[in-house]
């Protein structure tokens, strides 16, 4: 792995050479969960991002999926929905890295909402794949991905985790149907990381006459390489209600309500 970024490093140090860019510019790179980029990254020197994202890898037990810059937009979208009216609901929550992270960045025991946190905590539903994801190998990568523990299995550990904060809500089920039975009614920040498109697409129709004025939806995979049936089916909840998703270099889609 060190080998092929260093040689990813080189070749972008030379295409940026060939522009002539690096006459403005840094010798410094981010090249992250598909994202390359000499642009400023300076949000990860910030002591409360780092305090953050240090608590997001301590929900996953000391993992570290280097992803910084979709925690970074995940926190930005938190800090802009925690002033509107509504709870938070995650879809696909895992181990809780993002969510974790977003309760450290708010202070969450401070803040008069709830948090849900929905998962079947048993892996995804593979029953939810379309047949196109399943020609694609999208639940093919699922199965193996459970098969080598990639996804927590341990409600109990889940709860230990968000136990610092009484106002998360650890909910065990798959969505959409046990939605209804939450009660959930002003919803202001909604996180959607489910792997399939048919939950996801459910999901977002579900919440969106809940969702308050202003409230914003993050996509985990929306735009992310191999994820394309999942973008496809929120176009289609786009179509239908009116809204447009805000497409991502790091692969999530951003909707503001």
């Not at 295409?15 to 090249?31: C, E, H, M, Q």
């Not at 890898?57 to 937009?73: L, M, T, Y």
């Not at 939950?199 to 977002?204: D, K, R, T, V």
């Amino acid at each position: 792995m060190t080998a092929i970024r260093s040689k990813l490093k080189k070749s972008l140090r030379r295409l940026i050479d060939s522009t002539g860019y690096t006459l403005f510019n840094t010798r410094r790179y981010y090249a992250r969960d598909g994202v390359l980029t000499v642009h400023n990254d300076h949000f990860r020197k910030d002591p409360a991002f780092q305090a953050a994202y240090a608590r997001g890898v301590k929900a996953s037990q000391g993992i570290d999926p280097q992803f910084d810059w979709r925690v970074h937009i995940a926190l930005w979208a938190a800090r802009a929905a925690v002033r509107l009216p509504g709870d938070f609901v995650e879809c696909g929550v895992n181990a809780g890295f993002i969510s974790s992270a977003i309760m450290q960045n708010l202070n969450w025991s401070a803040v008069a909402k709830r948090f849900y946190l929905i998962d079947t905590f048993n892996g995804p539903v593979l029953e939810q794949y379309s047949a196109e994801e399943v020609d694609r190998g999208r639940r093919k990568v699922a199965e193996d991905a459970m098969a080598a523990g990639a996804y927590v299995r341990d409600i109990e550990r889940v709860r230990a985790n968000f136990a610092e904060w009484p106002n998360s809500i650890v909910v065990q089920g798959a969505v959409p149907a046990v939605l209804p039975a939450l009660g959930i009614t002003d919803v202001a920040f909604l996180h959607i990381d489910l792997n399939c498109g048919q939950p996801e697409q459910q999901a977002l129709a579900f919440f969106w006459d809940r969702l308050s004025p202003g409230a914003l939806v993050l996509l985990d995979d929306y735009a992310y390489f191999g994820h394309e049936c999942q973008a496809r089916a929120i176009d289609e909840v786009a179509r239908t209600i009116g809204f447009h998703v805000l497409s991502l270099p790091t692969g999530q889609g951003l909707i503001v309500k």
